[in-house]
């Protein structure tokens, strides 16, 4: 959008020693994007006022004439044609060449059929005065060799502002609007528009009807006779040509003017066009024809918006006016129209249409609704202006659907310096915000700010956006760069967080386990797979199928999948998922803070599956993984052989399993028979976890081959437990002594109870590890060896070997008394 810095010296006054670009960047920093600052006086310098001393015939031209141009300093050979129509005495505009005119003429010293030309007569359309091919004269008091552009004011700048950045802001699609900001900024006064009082007649009955509410929301019309259709004058015409809108006729031209002014479009239709003085706003029919200002005609849909007389369309609404309706040179009676039309659907049609003009840009930006009254009193004013036989002949018709409701918010002065950074005196607050037309009420430290009704639609609507006006306005560079102060205060521990970190570090980087990650959902053949209880699983009223109908009641739903997928591509794999289970309870999430009732529980669970195809003895992997897991948390635990409710795992642990259960093992009795049999992993007092092995049916089912074990823990539990108890030790000064013992004994007879007999035997035993059990037949069905190391060390000295292996002996002895053990 182009912008005349003539054009808003109108409204505001501008010191005239401001420099139009430090203008474009105060304009930049704080309300549009100036990509441009053009001088359109820079191509004028060469082009003065000339009198015409002499015309003859070009010898070798019939349609070409020589005159001689009188400039002061000098006289000027000059080769016009027919157009210029000069005469002898004639006061004209002439450029001196060597230069280039505003239209990218090059005027250059040249010979012409033989005749040497040393600059051009020229036209108005030349010096963008105005779009029209004529020559102007000037008063014979003009002084010869005046730069024209002083005599025609058209020393002007032009602001080239980018429409992207005005799209939000409607109000300044017209002078006025920039106005307003440019008077803010500088800290002036806007002018008010000149208006009159528009007195009524009823000469005329003009009937406006809506039946596109949807689209229409508010139709103003009047009638003004005694128009007389002529040239605009030259003010007017050099406004509109300097901002790259061509001139056509005094009415045209008006309603051009104001929606360059105001940015508010309107249209005038000549009135012996409307048949029978009807106005009615409807939408298209299905291909309907109708053919537009520019000549072209086109097809248009139901969904958009055309205004009509009684008979036929007039007006592609919002648009482009109708060739059937224009004003012409024998129009003597226009009908004014200002409507308000629906943003969307001016963008929709204009966009279908391939057709962008001037103002369905304005109006698909969302329009002050309360611009009519005001556009029509400035464009009676003009034409009466203009024309001074103009007069109202009809009573203002306006039938308005609109429903506006003014906004009102309360701005906190504590909240605009906060985010300002900077104090800014309330009176100085105050006088920005009205100086951009918001009403100001105080309230102790609190302003009630009311937007004006042109910022309303799309722009203003929370305290933030308050802010950003008081900002702009006052400048950006006006406040000082400064770091925000930061308490450096460290961020509250997040306990889950920092055990799952450790557990996932542990799996991934230190036992090499593979994590995946599943959906929360989970389907009726997986729960049936498993068998659970439908009734425990929540179900999803907007499934996206059947295999994600329920949300997961357990972390193995998801894993046997993983397992059934990877089993085609890979032998044996060790995997783990870490994420919430659901259950159909009450949980201890509330729905918000304000309602009593609660999410369903969700706990949050770590589990995993280990396969091998040979059928390698997975079990004793998966509880090493477990140990792992809850040795490296620091957690007290044990497990316990016991009868199992879960239907997926294998009957009874087996005797190969028992043997290695390790430390923390305690048996119980009521371990027998049953649906299947797993570890209970126990921490407190409480079970957590358990693991074992998955039976063949499930296996059978899933059509895999090889043997697989689960695993799962109560990842909250988990958190609950943990400890982080390591403290720094120095190394040993003393060497210990490291003794192998090898003994057969019944399978009955724990690992667990070996190495507590054995820790307990002296407080120089530090360490007891089992590295080996041994079955073989000549042992006997009932018995089995076990191997294991014993670390003997002194904090105080060095051990000697007799004393070692007395204690070796004390061990072996006690072992063979209590156990009936066999030394191997």
Known sequence: MKISLNWLKQYVDIPADLDPKELALKLSLSTVEVEAVVDLGNCLQDVVVGRVAKITKHPSADKLSVAEIDIKKQKLQVVFGQMANVEEGDLVPVAIAPTTLPSGALVETKMIRGIQSQGMLCLDSELMAEGQEVLTRFPKETTIGSLVKDILSLDDIIFDIDNKSITHRPDLWGHYGLAREVASLLNKKLKDLKTEKISQDNQVDLKITIEDKDNCSRYLGLVLGGISIEPSPFWLRRLLTSVGVRPVNNVVDIT?????????????????????????????????????????????????????????????????????????????????????????????????????????????????????????????????????????????????????????????????????????????????????????????????????????????????????????????????????????????????????????????????????????????KKINLLGLKIEDHLELLNSFSEEQQYLRGNLLENLLQNLSDNVRFYDRFNIFEIGRVYANQTGHYRFNNKRQEFLPKQDKYLAGLVYNKEKAEVFYRVKGLVEAILENLEISYEFTCSQSSLPWLAFGPGAHQTEALGPRHRRDSSARGGRGAFLEVRAGQQAIGYLGLLNQRLLDELSINGQAAVWELNFNELVKYTQDKKQYQTLPKYPGIIYDIALALPKTVLWEEIKKEVSETSPLVKKVELFDVYEMKSFGPDQKSLAFHVYFQSPERTLVAAEAEGLRQKIVNLLIKKYKAVVR
């Open 256 to 524: 051009n003017y104001v929606m360059l002014e105001l940015g508010r479009p309107s249209h005038a239709f000549d009135r012996k066009a409307i048949i029978g003085d009807a106005i009615i706003v409807r939408r298209a029919h299905s291909n309907e024809k109708f053919i537009g200002l520019d000549g072209v005609a086109r097809r248009l849909s139901v969904a958009m918006c055309l205004v009509c007389d009684s008979e036929r369309p007039v007006d592609l609404a919002g648009i482009i006016g109708g060739q059937n309706s224009q004003i012409n040179e024998s129009t003597s009676e226009i009908i004014l129209e200002l409507a308000n039309f629906n943003p969307t659907s001016i963008r929709k049609t204009a966009n279908q249409l391939g057709l962008r003009t001037e103002a369905a840009a304005r109006f698909e930006k969302s329009l002050d609704p309360t611009l009519v009254e005001l556009g029509l009193m400035r464009l009676v004013t003009l034409i009466k202006e203009l024309i001074p036989a103009a007069k109202v002949i009809s009573k203002i018709v306006d039938v308005n659907y609109e429903t506006l409701e003014p906004r009102t918010i309360e701005l906190p002065l504590d909240f605009l310096h906060k985010k300002i950074g900077l104090a800014i005196p309330k009176k100085e607050v105050i006088n920005i915000l009205e100086s951009l037309s918001f009403v100001v009420q105080e309230k102790k430290d609190n302003l009630i700010v009311t937007p004006p009704s042109f910022r309303v639609a799309k722009d203003i609507a929370s305290p933030e956006d308050l802010v950003e006006e008081v900002a702009r306005i006052y400048g950006y560079s006006n406040i000082a760069q400064a770091m925000p102060t930061v308490p450096m205060t460290p961020p509250a521990i997040n306990e889950e967080l920092a055990v799952e970190r450790r557990v996932k570090n542990l799996l991934t980087k230190g036992l090499g386990v593979t994590e995946v990650a599943n959906h929360s959902f989970t389907s009726l």
